[in-house]
């Protein structure tokens, strides 16, 4: 009878070998996390649900967004340490164009629907916009009103030094609605690319009244003397914001866009002065107060900080 061949303790150790480390190969796969570069992620780039806000977002806001948006901006670094805000402030139609001509942007907040709706229109909104706020429009006057404006049509009066913005800002959008609405012809002696160009002049004396939002009066204390005005409600703005598609950090700017519409960040923009979204339909359309809608505040003190837009 033949015996088998015995196979020695090394080659079976040989041959063990590859299985072994294929098999130890296949087990630190699986340990890798999931948000560690070795799991396909880059690294600062937020991708699965527990993953925090990391980077630098740099975010387009209106100029009356100044005051708030610096706040939440300040909130937004405290909560998610590691994450960095840069924010610019302009006329909401510069931003637009801005973001539509490349600027690197990765959150865009309008002060109207219609210079959205630009940004949208092009494909550069990471989603359907959010409204998150509203406002209205209030007379700014020097301290002490000199020329004694009392309502919409004095500033129609011969002689009266008015400042508005120009007509492809929204609150120059406003103005003009409000006006027609009352049946006022306005004759301004200048027209300003942005909120805070308006109440600069009134603030320096080279205006007797200037058009601005309720807020920008209410940032500006005792700089400037507030008046409302019941016809404002024809022109309510409404503002959106969005993440932007082809923005460079998109996690933490949803992570910043949800900050703004959170109840958190409602109550920092009810303070400024800001109504809540839905006041009224549209960037320019009639104010239409439903249940637990407050008109947006147009005047009072407040701490220093000219918002605009």
Not at 32 to 45: I, M, Q, R, Y
Not at 248 to 260: E, G, H, M, P
Request: net charge neutral; charged share 15%.
């Amino acid at each position: 009878m033949s015996r088998q061949p015995v196979r020695s303790a090394a080659s079976t150790l040989r041959a063990a070998v590859p299985a072994l480390a294929v098999l130890l190969l296949a087990v630190l796969s699986g340990c890798a996390p999931a948000g560690s570069p070795d799991a396909g992620t880059s690294a600062g780039t937020a991708t699965g649900s527990g993953t925090k806000p990391a980077g630098a977002i740099t975010v387009f806001a209106a100029a009356s967004l100044k005051q708030t948006f610096t706040e939440l901006a300040s909130t937004f670094e405290t909560e998610h340490p590691g994450a960095t805000v840069t924010l610019s402030f302009a006329g909401s139609s510069d931003l637009a164009s801005q973001i539509n001509q490349g600027a690197p942007a990765d959150v865009f907040a309008s002060a109207d629907t219609a210079n959205m709706k630009k940004v949208q229109d092009a494909g550069l909104t990471e989603g359907a916009p959010e409204d998150f706020a509203t406002n209205t429009l209030a007379i700014a006057v020097p301290p002490g009103n000199p020329a004694k404006v009392a309502s919409l049509q004095d500033l129609a009066r011969p002689g009266i030094k008015l400042v508005t913005c120009a007509r492809q800002v929204p609150c120059g959008a406003a103005t003009a609605k409000v006006a027609e609405a009352a049946g006022v012809a306005l004759s301004p002696a200048s027209e300003e690319n942005a909120v805070t160009d308006v109440l600069g002049k009134v603030t320096s004396g080279e205006a007797d009244a200037g058009l601005v939002y309720g807020t920008d009066i209410k940032a500006a204390g005792t700089k400037v003397a507030g008046i409302q005005f019941p016809e404002s409600g024809s022109a309510v703005n409404t503002y959106p914001i969005a993440a932007v598609a082809n923005g460079r950090n998109k996690a933490t700017a949803q992570a910043f866009v949800d900050l703004v519409t959170s109840p958190e960040g409602q109550k920092v923009l009810a303070a400024a002065g800001f109504g809540p979204a839905g006041f009224g339909p549209d960037g320019s359309g009639s104010a239409t107060s439903g249940p637990g809608k407050s008109r947006p505040a147009s005047s009072g003190s407040a701490s220093s900080g000219p918002g605009s837009k």
